[in-house]
């Protein structure tokens, strides 16, 4: 959906493409053997080549070129069997070499595409133009000190994918859901942690504007490193308007790159055009062009986990669940492994409906995410079939499940603990119907008079008496039976 | 009784063995000429005390019979080399105080093989020079001496210093490096034997970069044999360095039989030059005569686009240093100038890197970074690595042809010191080097005989990927036949 900007002199949409760092998950850096743990004390995880000391030389990590092939085939995308690195050169205290290893002209993965489902049902295809690696920089850290600026070089050389897309998002929310779609893609696939908090994973983001229906491109302005979903969306909203201003007051926009400052809620400019630098692309004279096989791709492709799209189409048409609910399951990989755990062997709308509703409702409460989860899915499974035996009611699940969540301990445990197993004797439950009925003569004439509601209140006194073991079930079916 | 600082590695080693004398001995004769002749400044770091414990422990290895291939040789290693331990600058203020954590492959190798590292040799700072006159240690004198006057001469450069040790007798190996001719040249100026492998045949890892596709460590000394024992130790593949080769190296000593009969040495016609100093075309035809006489052919071959070597290294060279280089920003190690408050990260460069860089370093990266800038990379640099594929295709068609290709190694003998000469008459220097540089391709100089004034002039020999031995073996066979033995400082 597009989003249109109402301006002085008409409407105006938005051309958004976005630029995504995402950091490799791998266990060691781009070019050099140290580790990549996030958090480690400063320049804790440099070797020699990370700090380019005098005579050191970049050796590639394969595993790092097999998790960004990964990720293109994970975004349906061309993979490229030779590839190159080249050395992008500018001067900064956290860039050692005084260049950075990055791919230019030939990058390892080509055109892709990502559907991204939005919220009110319609589907977007967002083109991807290329992803390829690169090395990051090390961090500096500017606040500590008045005279001095400290560089912390654990970060300098870990490997990022740099996943570019086509100019095909028309408004902030696209950009958001893209972003949580493409999340979600690299974090099944296992190349990317795409934890925007932890930075690793961040985004640039490019926007323009046009007159509504236009099919011309405006000139637009590159906002750096974006660290949140709703920063991306503030930043985009932000400049979008502030291109629309300048251009209704009669002034052009000057192709530029910005800063969203997140106190302000507004963009800046970091550098002009003039200021831009130079940054002398030459293939790197250290590394051969990077030369993978079809083989090499077939293999990683032949094991590709199964993936949101594949996920969600499967539990719609295999398990008949709602298009929403398929959709909340598969949005995290977590999310989708536990209640396939959960319902093998159980239904799957009830499962789906446990999952999301019950299960969902309390971690939210105990703000836990589902890897914290105190009931696990072979507990929650374990609950489930419980209900498919008529062991409790539905209602007594919900019970059991409360204090599954407090204590750890599974529901037949606390089934057998708490006497709380359904009573379906038809003989016992009838002794307490026949109980309840000799106790309440009047109502039963009220109701034989035509007081339909006191049939609930004739349940509510058998499940009382019963302490809501009796079946539900054959409780209504006594007393339909008894009060004809 | 020769001094031992006299004997040739191969007589060394003999001697070595017949427990003539000891590691020890031969290092401390060693350290003692080096002292002696200290005006020539070939030697910048000293590394005396280590050299006697690295004899001591040879001396020990070989009494226990596992003598390595160069055991108790003592070896100049050039200040490019990062040594554990021991200052390692390039010869360049840029890197003052800087000593190293972790050893070069190339040394590491040479120490296995057990060579002593007898001194760092000086240089031209970052490899950039043709006589080492741009050295942050001052320059270094050619051993040689012109018969009419007595200016000092350069003993050409880059690898002055290893080039100065090993023509005046001060140690029997040295290791240099060659990137478009810094060890063939200053070979040809002292008179002495270089060799410049295959590029990827050396490990670069540890070695201070100066052109990332060019650079390649080689060796000094004074015969080809010595050469083939001492490139043997330091070479091999190694992982640590992407563009490492990984081929086996071969045993090259066993390689040398002096027998050229049926080879086939081509003579590019494209070298001959009227800039060339008269005796260097005479020398050549001689050369080329004697090859004839040990029963090889000479045949005259086209390299067409030899005359776009000179440019095109002065093209691609500088573009990989200005970048190599960047890393020398006085943020982690080395140089960092003094700074007024309220300086910028920027003038922290300008001040760090305009009083660490000579003139020299400065000019190239300076034309490096012009090379590679937006709208004159396809211009220069683009177009410079196309034509070098010319040049080594040039190589590949003649070598489908010959088996070695014959030309001077310099246009002439070593200049004075200071001759004014401007920076691109300097690189002139190179014309004959370069090609081989370009091309990837082993190479290697060896002395042929004196000018009119009693200055060496040397000779250069290309061989295909790889055939260092054949080489070597070429080499020995000219070396053989022509038997210089002229010596710096002799009386004529």
């Known amino acids: 959906m597009t989003q249109i900007i109402k301006g002085n002199t008409g409407d105006w949409e938005l051309v958004i493409g976005l630029e995504i760092h995402a950091q490799v998950n791998s266990n060691s850096k781009l070019f050099s053997g140290s580790s990549v743990k996030f958090g480690g004390e400063p320049n804790s995880q440099v070797s020699l080549v990370d700090a380019a000391m005098p005579g050191m030389l970049p050796v590639i990590n394969e595993f790092c070129v097999e998790q960004a092939v990964r990720t293109g085939l994970g975004i349906n995308a061309a993979i490229n069997l030779r590839s190159v690195f080249d050395r992008k050169n500018y001067f900064y205290a956290d860039l050692p070499q005084g260049y950075q290893i990055s791919q230019y002209s030939d990058p390892i993965v080509g055109e892709g595409l990502v559907v991204v489902d939005m919220p009110d049902g319609a589907q977007r295809e967002v083109g991807i133009e290329r992803i390829h690696l690169e090395q990051d920089a090390g961090k500096s850290i500017h606040d500590q000190s008045p005279e001095h600026s400290y560089i912390d070089l654990n970060r300098s050389g870990i490997a990022l994918m740099e996943i570019v897309t086509k100019p095909d998002l028309r408004s902030s929310e696209e950009a958001g859901e893209f972003m949580k779609k493409l999340r979600s893609i690299v974090r099944y696939l296992g190349t990317c942690d795409g934890d925007m908090e932890k930075g690793n994973m961040r985004c640039d983001a490019n926007v323009s504007v046009r007159k509504k229906g236009s099919s011309e491109l405006g000139t637009r302005c590159e906002i750096k490193n974006l660290n949140s979903i709703r920063n991306i969306q503030l930043a985009i909203n932000y400049e979008a308007d502030r291109q629309v201003d300048v251009i209704e007051a009669g002034g052009t926009i000057d192709q530029e790159t910005r800063l969203f400052d997140t106190t302000t809620g507004e963009t800046r400019t970091m550098r002009s055009k003039e200021d831009a630098h130079d940054y002398r692309y030459f293939p790197d004279p250290d590394l051969l062009p990077l030369e993978i096989t079809q083989e090499f791709v077939d293999n990683i492709k032949a094991n590709l986990p199964e993936l949101p799209d594949q996920k969600k189409a499967k539990y719609i048409d295999e398990m008949g669940l709602s298009p929403y609910d398929a959709g909340v399951l598969v949005s995290e990989k977590a999310v989708a492994q536990y209640f396939e755990e959960v319902v093998k062997g159980n239904d799957p709308k009830m499962t789906a409906n446990w999952v999301t509703a019950e299960l969902f409702g309390r971690l939210n409460k105990a703000s836990k995410s589902i890897d914290e989860s105190p009931v696990s899915a072979k507990q929650l499974s374990g609950l489930l079939s419980l209900i498919k035996d008529n062991t409790i009611s539905g209602k007594i699940a919900k019970q059991v499940f409360d204090i599954m969540f407090e204590s750890g301990k599974d529901a037949d445990v606390i089934v057998e603990e708490q006497g709380l197993k359904q009573v379906t004797d038809t003989g016992a439950i009838e002794k307490i119907v026949d109980e309840v009925l000799a106790a309440n003569p009047d109502k039963i004439a009220e109701y034989k008079s035509g007081k339909d509601k006191l049939f609930g209140f004739f349940v509510g006194q058998v499940m009382k008496q019963s302490q809501g073991k009796a079946n539900p079930q054959v409780v209504n079916q006594l007393l339909k039976d008894k009060l004809k | ?492």
């Open chain 2, 1 to 492: 009784m020769t001094k031992l600082t006299d004997l040739s590695v191969t007589a060394a080693l003999i001697g070595l063995e017949n427990k003539e004398f000891s590691a020890v001995d031969l290092a401390k004769e060693t350290l003692k000429e080096i002292e002696n002749k200290k005006d020539l400044n070939a030697f910048s770091v000293d590394t005396s005390d280590f050299a006697i414990k690295q004899a001591a422990q040879s001396d020990k290895k070989r009494a226990d019979g596992k003598a390595g291939v160069i055991e108790g040789i003592p070896v100049g290693v050039k200040d490019l080399f990062c040594t554990k331990g021991f200052s390692s600058t390039a010869c360049s203020k840029i890197l003052n105080g800087f000593t190293p954590t972790y050893e070069s492959t190339v040394t590491t190798n040479l120490f296995a093989a057990g060579g002593i590292m007898i001194g760092k040799t000086n240089m031209d700072e970052f490899a950039m020079g043709s006589g080492n006159l741009n050295s942050s240690n001052g320059i270094v004198k050619n051993p040689w001496t012109r018969k009419d006057d007595n200016k000092v001469l350069v003993p050409g450069g880059s690898s002055g210093g290893s080039s100065a040790a090993i023509a005046a007798r001060l140690c029997q190996g040295a290791l240099g490096t060659d990137t478009g001719g810094s060890i063939r040249q200053p070979a040809s100026f002292t008179g002495i034997t270089g060799i410049k492998p295959t590029y990827g045949r050396c490990s670069r890892y540890g070695m201070i970069a100066f052109a990332s596709s060019l650079d390649q460590a080689g060796v000094f000394a004074r015969s080809s044999k010595d050469c083939a024992l001492l490139l043997e130790a330091i070479a091999g593949y190694d992982k640590k360095d992407s563009t490492s080769i990984n081929k086996p190296v071969d045993n090259y000593i066993s390689m040398i039989t002096g027998d050229v009969k049926g080879k086939k040495i081509g003579i590019p016609k494209e070298y001959q030059s009227d800039k060339m100093q008269g005796e260097v075309n005479d020398y050549w035809q001689k050369a080329a005569k004697f090859f004839e006489e040990l029963g090889a052919e000479t045949i005259e071959i086209s390299l067409p686009n030899t005359k776009y070597a000179l440019p095109v290294y002065y093209i691609i060279a500088p573009a990989e240093a200005s970048s190599n280089l960047a890393r020398y920003d006085g943020v982690r190690y080395g140089h960092r100038a003094e700074l007024p408050s309220g300086a910028s990260l920027d003038d922290m460069y300008e001040l760090t890197r305009s009083e660490g860089f000579g003139d020299e370093v400065k000019r190239r990266i300076m034309i490096g970074t012009y090379v590679l800038s937006a709208g004159y990379y396809d211009a220069y640099y683009k177009k410079a690595q196309k034509v070098r594929t010319l040049i080594a295709n040039d190589f590949k068609q003649a070598f489908s042809k010959v088996d070695f290709v014959l030309t001077p190694t310099a246009p002439t003998s070593a200049f004075a010191v200071d001759e004014k000469m401007d920076p691109v008459t300097m690189y002139l220097n190179d014309v004959f080097t370069v090609p081989a540089s370009l091309a990837g391709l082993p190479a290697m100089s060896l002395p042929v005989g004196l000018d009119k004034q009693n200055m060496p002039l040397g000779m250069q020999l290309i061989a295909p990927a790889f055939e260092e031995g054949k080489l070597l073996n070429a080499a020995f066979a000219l070396e053989q036949a022509i038997g210089f033995n002229h010596k710096p400082g002799e009386v004529q």
